[in-house]
Structure formats: C-alpha cells, structure tokens
C-alpha cells in the first residue's frame, strides 16, 4: 500500500557530495517523521538524519556541518544533502517514515536501500 523508494547512491571521491532522494507513494493520508539510515558491513543500522513535518532536524554527530536534511510535504520526499563525504561515509543508505495510510492506521515504512561508496 505504501512505498519508499530511494536513489542518489553513487561512488564519488573523499570531499565531494551526493544528494540522495527518498520518494514515498501509495494509499498515504499523512507523512511524519522522516529518516535517513545507514548500515556498513558487519555493523547494526545507525541513524544518519530525522526531519518532523513541520522542519525540525536531528543529526548523528558523525554527520553534523556535512549532512543536511529536507523534505518537499508537496512530493512526499525527503532528501540528504551530503558534503564533505569520508570513506567512513560508505554504506548502504535507507530512508523511513512514518505513516498513515488512508482509511488505517499509523505504521513505519522503509525504502529498499541505495548504495553509497565514497573512494579515491
């Protein structure tokens, strides 16, 4: 009933940037609170970003001054700005939200992942 989807992941060198996007489609009625995720091999999955639906950001330390977060409530889309990427950067990158679908309830949905890989 609901999908994100997310694209953006590329391989780009230490110091350049990527912006990914996440798109949600379906029966939705509400979009919530946005994320951005990442998980690197061997490790759990760790926060990257939150966005509420009225704009307010929270970011891993690791990230803070390089990652910014938004989203378009009009293209129920959220989107990671990333500058300054390390190689400690790589992952795999997915987006969740929370929301509500038309005519049900509230639930946390979450994209199929995109991969990013920051080498020289």
């Known amino acids: 009933q609901v999908q994100l989807v997310e694209s953006g992941g590329n391989l780009v060198q230490p110091g350049g940037s990527l912006r990914l996007s996440c798109a949600a489609s379906g029966s939705i009625f509400t979009i919530y609170t946005m994320r951005w995720y990442r998980r690197t091999p061997g490790k759990q999955r760790d926060m990257v970003a939150t966005?509420?639906?009225?704009?307010?950001?929270n970011y891993a330390d690791s990230v803070k001054g390089r990652f910014t977060i938004s989203r378009d409530n009009t293209k129920n889309t959220v989107y990671l700005q990333m500058d300054s990427l390390k190689p400690e950067d790589t992952a795999v990158y997915y987006c969740?939200?929370?929301?509500?679908?038309?005519?049900?309830?509230?639930?946390?949905?979450w994209g199929q992942g995109t991969q990013v890989t920051v080498s020289s």
């Open positions: 966005i509420s639906p009225g704009g307010r950001t």
């Open positions: 969740s939200a929370d929301i509500r679908i038309i005519g049900g309830s509230t639930a946390d949905y």
